[in-house]
């Protein structure tokens, strides 16, 4: 046994424990180094991940901001424009004239073909290609509809999105839409003998109507467009009701009885165009009541016939109601003038006019009425805003208007108000438009006939004036020494039917007082000329205004100080009246106020008055 072995394994064993602690104490150091390293680097990824949160907030708000700032823009930009129609244009009138022709072909030949079955197998071809077509065409009418514009504010709207949501949102579009229901795919179900499937194609109908409406707006001849109409609405429902009539006989059977159509397998009634002009004809005096048919068998056929009768009556009494005011409407104007002639017939009659003069009389108004001149050109253009009836003035009248040298410089606003105040007159043959020494009150400018300057004996002719000639210009200017002041200095007298344009000195002066450079240049010019004829006294002329031109002026001015001193005296008595009610209510409330048991009864007073005392009653409280 070895003595040593424990102390050996004491001086081991304390080795090793040194070795420990001398490494524990060696590494103790480094590890706290390690473990502050592995702080850092949490708290750099700590800060890291907050950085790389904050960037993303940052990036998320940036975004926001971009997208905030694109609606924006979008919402800016201007509505981008695109093709579209004006629905007042020529290019919507001739697409509706399009559009009408498939419909008024659905409205025809759907009950026709359903009816009568020979028609509907004969050109079975024929009939899929125009039915294809139409509904092609009804296609396109949607998309037309889509680009068909509308006035918003008075402006039209040319945003394709408003215009596609408003065509998707109107009740037209409902209908447009059940009318393209491809209902054709029933034929696979039914056979190709039921045309009635298409059946939903007539709501489509209110474009033809639309068509109707604006031609009759457009067309010239209103009236005859109107008949013409009515007898097309008549034609449909007598074909209509033709077409019902052969498929009831069918349904209780050919020939059963002397009411429905005769048996088909007799040859003469067999063919085609004899079963519809035979449906045709009975219908026709059924709705109309104006002939005899056989008389119905069965029940059926009774309450038909009564339906029918029913029918007939309503309709045609509303057409023949129309069609009666239409003609009266069309003889309204010949009536009216007629009854004007007639009234002057029995005047003259009556005052015993001679007839020599009553036959002038009756030939003026024949010219009238034949050259249709009869028309009242202000009563018809009343009813035109200002703007419009200038414009038709200005179209018509100006350059008539621009002819005479007076009026040749003047200035477009003068010229505007002068021609809404011409008016035309027609004289007979062998009138005399002016006399020498009449008092001249109107100038005349001639549209169209002949007028002759003749001596104070009415034979001898001076000059004559034709189309454009203008005469009575300076009397109606009342120019300050004229020597034949504002008298007629020859006789005029028309030699057949002469169309004038009158414009009278009241009227002149009323547009002058709006234009008193023009007024000042006008008279310039009528000075002039009286130099050149010889007839100005320019001693008169410098002599200043004329004492009569002044009168009226200091007669207008105390009229006007009158006017003033009513308005002004009215004005006072309403300020004094007010005050004194007020100084009342004023009383009151001081009263209520010192003496608070005591309530007098209060007088009326003006709702002024009443807000005016409230506000004082709230300034002493």
């Known amino acids: 046994m070895d003595l040593l072995a424990p102390l050996k394994s004491v001086i081991v064993k304390s080795h090793q424990s040194g070795v420990i602690t001398a490494c524990f104490v ?15 680097e949490k708290k750099e990824k700590k800060k890291d991940k907050e950085n790389a949160k904050k960037n993303k907030e940052k ?142 194609k007539l709501f489509r109908v209110g474009r033809m109507f639309e068509f109707f409406q604006r031609t009759e707006t457009r067309t010239n001849y209103p009236n005859i467009f109107r008949i013409s109409n009515l007898v097309m609405y008549i034609v449909i429902i007598i074909h209509w009701n033709a077409c019902l009539y052969f498929s009831f006989s069918k349904a209780i059977g050919f020939g059963a009885d002397t009411w429905v159509y005769p ?31 056989p008389p119905p068998v069965q029940d059926s056929e009774y309450l038909f016939v009564v339906v029918d ?15 009666g005011s239409m003609i009266s409407n069309m003889n309204a104007a010949r009536a009216d003038f007629q009854a004007r002639i007639d009234a002057i017939k029995q005047y003259m009659h009556f005052r015993k006019v001679s007839k020599d003069l009553e036959k002038r009389v009756i030939k003026w108004f024949d010219y009238l009425w034949t050259n ?27 350059d008539t208007l621009k002819k005479v040298r007076i009026f040749a410089d003047c200035e477009a606003g003068l010229l505007i108000e002068l021609v809404l105040k011409l008016r035309p007159q027609v004289f007979s043959p062998g009138d005399y438009i002016c006399r020498k020494g009449d008092i001249g009150r109107e100038m005349y400018i001639i549209k169209e006939g002949k007028l002759a300057v003749v001596a104070d004996d009415g034979i001898t002719e001076f000059v004559v004036l034709s189309d454009g000639s203008y005469f009575g210009e300076i009397s109606i200017l009342n120019i300050k020494g004229s020597k034949a002041g504002n008298r007629r200095t020859a006789n005029i007298r028309s030699q057949g039917y002469s169309d004038l344009f009158c414009l009278s000195k009241d009227d002149l002066m009323e547009a002058l007082t709006e234009y008193p450079d023009a007024k000042a240049m006008l008279e310039e010019k009528g000075r002039q000329i009286l130099m050149k004829d010889g007839l100005l006294d320019l001693e008169v002329a410098k002599l200043g205004p004329d004492p009569k031109d002044m009168e009226e002026k200091v007669n207008k001015m105390y009229v006007s100080m009158e006017t003033l001193q009513t308005k002004f005296a009215r004005l006072l008595a309403e300020y004094e009246s007010t005050q004194q009610k007020l100084k009342q209510r004023v009383t009151q409330i001081e009263k209520k106020i010192t003496d608070p048991g005591q309530v007098e009864p209060s007088e009326p007073v003006d709702p002024e008055a009443g807000v005016a005392s409230a506000e004082a009653e709230a300034k002493t409280e």
């Open 26 to 40: 060696c590494l103790f150091p480094f590890g706290l180094v390690h473990s502050k390293k592995e702080k850092k």
């Open 59 to 200: 990036g998320t708000e940036k975004e926001k901001e971009k997208e905030k700032e694109k609606e924006k823009e979008k919402k800016e930009e201007p509505p981008k424009d695109i093709f579209i129609i004006d629905p007042a244009g020529n290019m919507y009138y001739n697409w509706l004239f399009v559009i009408t022709m498939p419909v008024m072909y659905n409205w025809t030949m759907i009950i026709a073909r359903a009816c009568f079955e020979e028609l509907q197998h004969d050109y079975l071809v024929s009939w899929f290609i125009l039915d294809y077509v139409s509904d092609i065409i009804y296609l396109g009418d949607m998309l037309f509809r889509t680009r068909t514009g509308y006035l918003e504010q008075g402006l039209l709207v040319k945003d394709e999105k408003r215009l596609r949501e408003r065509y998707l949102q109107s009740p037209q579009f409902k209908l447009d839409l059940v009318s393209m229901i491809p209902t054709d795919v029933l034929y696979f179900s039914f056979g190709l003998n039921f045309p009635e499937i298409r059946l939903n």
């Open 263 to 293: 048996d088909v397998t007799d040859p003469e009634f067999g063919r085609l165009l004899r079963k519809y002009a035979y449906s045709l004809y009975w219908s026709t005096l059924t709705l109309t009541t104006i002939g005899e048919t």
């Open 309 to 323: 009768f029913l029918v007939g009556v309503l309709i045609f009494a509303t057409i023949v109601g129309n069609v």
């Open 372 to 398: 249709k001149k009869a028309v009242d050109e202000r009563e018809v253009l009343k009813y035109l805003p200002d703007k419009l009836r200038a414009e038709i003035a200005i179209n018509v009248h100006l």
